[in-house]
């Protein structure tokens, strides 16, 4: 899957001269975690959700109450922008942009063309979507967790069983928890047991919550 397949193209930005004030009411609307800013055409950096809530003035106390609404009222998103601006484009894959935005420990990435356009935006809710998606929670059926050797062909052996049962598979994932290997599949039945007993049968460990809490 790519960027492009799942980046918000209708989402709000602001520019430098937009109030801080304005852009507080509109991150809360937008339930965004940051705001892109742009000038004109150009992005020029971002604003995060903390930038705006920490724009206070560091000599707050001392001033009064109509010094501080006006300085407030005139204080604009130029003052607080972030520069650092990361950018992906739509033939970025999926996985890539979220590995980026973990150890980065972004709220989101801009999106451009090939002419640096800025086109879309993708954020934490968009990599949730993905991974709801890509486990095929929303699609029903039962899941199946198999602990397994990290050799070759063995997800192709557990979906070959599987489907010989004439089971349909509605995704399949593999995980490393430590050293072991996990091989995740969710089918569509709303009850497993015949195809855990035949996986158990073939010599597969199959494993739940509690086992995958041991060291």
């Not at 935005?101 to 809710?125: P, Q, T």
């Not at 089918?187 to 199959?206: C, F, S």
């Amino acid at each position: 899957m790519f960027v492009g397949l799942k980046m918000l193209k209708d989402f709000v930005t602001v520019t430098p001269d937009t109030l801080v004030k304005d852009a507080q009411k509109m991150i809360e609307a937008s339930k965004l975690w940051m705001l892109l800013v742009v000038d004109g055409d150009d992005l020029v950096g971002y604003v995060r959700k903390e930038d705006l809530c920490a724009a206070m003035p560091s000599v707050v106390n001392s001033l009064d109450k109509h010094e501080l609404n006006y300085l407030m009222s005139q204080l604009t998103i130029s003052e607080v922008v972030r520069e650092d601006i990361r950018t992906v484009t739509p033939q970025t894959d999926i996985e890539a942009a979220a590995d980026m935005m973990y150890e980065m420990n972004l709220a989101g990435l801009a999106v451009i063309d090939d002419h640096g356009k800025l086109i879309g935006y993708i954020n934490r809710s968009s990599m949730l979507e993905v991974l709801v998606e890509e486990m095929g929670y929303r699609e029903g059926g039962s899941r199946i967790t198999i602990e397994t050797e990290d050799r070759f062909g063995v997800l192709y052996e557990v979906a070959g069983i599987i489907a010989n049962m004439k089971y349909s598979i509605i995704s399949t994932s593999t995980f490393f928890h430590g050293p072991r290997r996990i091989i995740v599949v969710r089918v569509a039945t709303e009850d497993p047991t015949e195809i855990n007993n035949v996986l158990k049968e073939r010599g597969y460990k199959l494993v739940g919550p509690e086992d995958l809490l041991e060291a």
